[in-house]
């Protein structure tokens, strides 16, 4: 198992990234391959004392930035890190990619590289998020603002297949379409036609979901829209960031509060814990003919080597297999030459 | 200054109704008209021993329930409290009318019983809801799934009005449009059209907002679809719980974290008014003519007493008038024989 890993995506590039290779390599039976500047990765290593022991060092000159136009990752940009590693993962020459870099240039360089597999008419980001009761998948968070009823089909059955075999008990996951209420006929047209297609998936679908009963873990995989499910996100994020401040600032008011602060503060790092999406390794990018995941641009080495976990996971549980069996009798209609599902 | 209340709208109905009732009209220099079942009014204030002295009841045999159909407002259920209260409104018996009972029933009412202001084509329920700093508003928070790039700059019209004639301090409210991303061009089709309509519309319009940043109040105003709203709503309702419900728990670990929660008691209070949406009264119902509140479901007596203050405050500050005067050049097109705005 060889996991590529962008040695030069995100906020904390080369150094975070290095570090989180090296935990990997050493926690897992993993070899992980860090691609960029090899003389920049090597010098790092060596400044700050990391073993680059099982972990290659393929060269690439070139760095995409969050300021670059995502396109640029197939024209100016084509020599970056992110485009060597996705075309090194297309050769073969590894069995998953790990970024921290730009999401957009991540999804045009993956669609365009790596390509999309058989019958997937979009690829989309399906970060695991917070719940109370444990993390749940969110699919599509952004990567497609405008959908068909026939997208969020695909991206149930892909993040159905995702959930259960990487992150469940072996139970199928539960769907449910993010909605405005969870009576079979809300929302607009968008999800009446998704609703009636889901109904008749075969996929554990529970229905429509409340964004309210979302974080409560009403679904494991929340079905949405791009635009929906980036206003999700965003405002889950936005809210609990809100949230936090005002408990902090509580505590700080004076004597009493710091005095109770110091007496819960071995219990807040549990409850940080928690609510910190870098624990689940970051967001798969499903549709992609060979495994890709995306960490947040903020990650620090824990997050790494945990995306680097899951990456190696995602390729060994064959998710790709089933989704592309999975799409195929959708495919079939278009393209009456397709072989039926093997399943 | 005369509020019409429905006394059989919400959880808490009559009881707390009344008690709200009786509170704003000793607070306030306000009558109050409660309509509901008479007798039932009457018994329950003496039972409770609260005055209905500054007080009218105005007789409603019947009520309408959550479980029934919103259109039954003017079928079946037209004897309803709701109903009375509204057509009670358009006859002119009142200034301002209060509701905790069925959003749906009421929007249907509204728009039938008391029309909507000539011009605007959607009537928008707008929250006030937490943020950091102070109530942003929410335009629209679920009234219409789905929308016209115009609908949303008539949203923008109405809550920059509101939020600046009702809450704020004189300055024209920040107006935003709630987006994936900050950039001019973010967003699908309807969002690039309402963003170049809200951009050349003579208001205070900030751009596009993400909804990471609404709880932090990025605008004052925030315009949205009624899909995208209610997703917002409810998504910042739930994890702002789960959040609190985390806090809680680590509270409730063991003798020492009990002992930090009785010492930080005092300020959560603080806290808890400042998540506390009722405090602000309720959500005005913009685009019908004369002014309607909506108030929560489980509202109790002081949030149905803010809701009475709010709706007064609406009744007195010459929103519907500004309205009116904000659609009518947007109308113009439409009807050349319209008269010209004029403020």
Redesign the interface.
């Known amino acids: 198992m060889r996991v590529i890993v962008d040695a030069f995506g995100g906020d904390n590039a080369p150094l975070e990234i290095i570090k989180g290779a090296a935990l990997a390599v050493a926690e897992y039976k993993v070899e992980v391959a860090l691609v960029g500047r090899e003389e920049e990765i090597r010098r790092t290593a060596q400044e700050n004392g990391l073993s680059l022991e099982g972990i290659a060092v393929i060269d690439a000159p070139d760095v995409i930035g969050m300021e670059d136009e995502p396109k640029s990752i197939l024209k100016e940009k084509k020599n970056c890190s992110m485009a060597e590693g996705l075309r090194r993962l297309a050769a073969g020459e590894g069995d998953a990619f790990v970024t921290a870099g730009s999401t957009g240039a991540l999804i045009m360089g993956a669609t365009f590289l790596v390509k999309r597999i058989k019958g997937v008419s979009r690829a989309a980001l399906a970060p695991l998020m917070p719940?109370?009761k444990g993390p749940f998948m969110l699919i599509d968070s952004?990567a497609n603002?405008?959908c068909r009823p026939e997208m969020l089909l695909q991206f149930a059955h892909m993040g159905s297949i995702y959930m259960t075999r990487v992150m469940g008990d072996g139970r199928p996951a539960r769907v449910g379409l993010?909605n405005?209420g969870t009576e079979d006929t809300k929302?607009?047209?968008l999800q009446h036609e998704a609703f009636a297609l889901l109904k008749k998936s075969g996929l554990n679908f529970v229905g429509n979901v409340?964004?309210?009963?979302?974080?409560?873990n009403a679904a494991d995989v929340v079905v949405a829209d791009?635009?929906?499910g980036?206003?999700?996100?965003?405002?889950?994020?936005?809210?609990?960031?809100?949230?936090?401040?005002?408990?902090k600032r509580?505590?700080l008011?004076d004597l009493?509060?710091k005095?109770?602060?110091l007496?819960?503060k071995p219990?807040?790092k549990d409850?940080k814990k928690?609510?910190d999406t870098s624990e689940y390794g970051g967001a798969p990018l499903l549709g992609v003919s060979r495994p890709v995941i995306k960490t947040h641009g903020n990650s620090k080495a824990s997050a790494v080597k945990n995306a680097i976990r899951v990456a190696a996971d995602f390729a060994q549980k064959g998710v790709i297999e089933q989704i592309a069996a999975a799409v195929r009798p959708q495919e079939k209609a278009a393209e009456p030459e397709a072989e039926p599902a093997e399943d």
Request: charge should be negative.
């Open positions: 719940g109370d952004g603002v405008e993010m405005v929302g607009g047209e409340e964004a309210r009963d979302v974080p409560d791009g635009f929906t980036n206003v999700f996100l965003k405002t889950m994020e936005g809210t609990a960031d809100i949230v936090m401040r005002n408990v509580l505590f008011t009493r509060t005095l109770a602060a007496l819960v219990y807040l409850f928690k609510m």
